[in-house]
């Protein structure tokens, strides 16, 4: 239970983050569509290199999903920056 709180608060965070600044670590929503067949949410974000899509029943859930590949994206770049140093 504890660990699930942690997580919601850290979640609460990022949306903080997003909300107060418009965009979440350099990544801007691009695009924010309604998906009729499958009656869910779509959302699109870029930092105009690279392009995360992610799909939720809600849009916070889809935002949520899209935090968290934004953050294995810049785990992914600091595992690679740091290799090359």
């Known amino acids: 239970m504890q660990r ?9 965070k ?3 983050k997003y ?3 418009g965009n979440y670590r350099g990544f801007y929503k ?3 569509r309604f998906l009729r067949n499958s009656k869910s ?4 974000f870029s930092n105009g290199e690279e392009s ?3 799909i939720g029943m809600f ?5 949520g999903k899209a935090f968290e590949a934004i953050d294995k994206y810049h785990r ?7 290799l090359l140093t």
Do not use: D, P
């Open 14 to 16: 990022k949306f903080r």
């Open 41 to 44: 949410k779509a959302v699109i």
């Open 59 to 63: 849009t916070e859930e889809a935002l």
């Open 76 to 82: 992914k770049q600091n595992a690679k920056s740091t």
């Open 4 to 12: 699930a709180t942690v997580m919601k608060s850290t979640l609460n």
């Open 52 to 54: 995360i899509h992610t």
């Open 19 to 21: 909300y107060q600044s």
């Open 30 to 32: 691009v695009e924010n």
